[in-house]
């Protein structure tokens, strides 16, 4: 998608310090963090939301959750709360599938 954002971070066109990286996804901190853990992490191909991505491919779905329980048990006690906010009238501001990683555990991710 030309004009996505997370496209873009995905495809290296926007610089942004990767945390992790699997076949199909990438992860990146939030911008604007919630826990002391946040993180996102967005498949490579482009998906609006987390139901098109579950139907249309779901190895990128299960590589995508794989990832951020990796990357929790690195920058968190292994804790996690996973949120994928899919539609506007759920608070979804990207509209590029994506799943927010956050948690209070331990180790901070700075
Ligand atoms: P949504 O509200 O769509 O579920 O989540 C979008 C998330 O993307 C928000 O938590 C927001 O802080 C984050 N975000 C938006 N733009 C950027 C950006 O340019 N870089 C990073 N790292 N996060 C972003
Ligand atoms: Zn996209």
New binding site residues.
């Given amino acids: 998608m030309a004009d996505c954002?997370f496209c873009k971070i995905a495809n290296g066109e926007i610089q942004?310090d990767l945390i992790g990286e699997s076949t199909h996804a990438v992860a990146?901190?939030?911008?604007?963090p919630k826990q002391p853990m946040h993180f996102?992490v967005v498949p490579k191909r482009h998906f609006s939301d987390v139901a098109h991505l579950a139907t249309d491919d779901p190895e990128a779905l299960t590589d995508l959750v794989q990832l951020g329980v990796e990357l929790s048990k690195k920058h968190s006690d292994g804790s996690f709360r996973l949120q994928f906010?899919t539609g506007a009238g759920a608070?979804?501001?990207?509209f590029h599938a994506?799943g927010?990683f956050m948690s209070r555990g331990v180790v901070g991710l700075d």
């Fill in positions: 954002l942004v990146f901190k939030d911008i604007h996102l906010n608070g979804q501001t990207v994506h927010h």
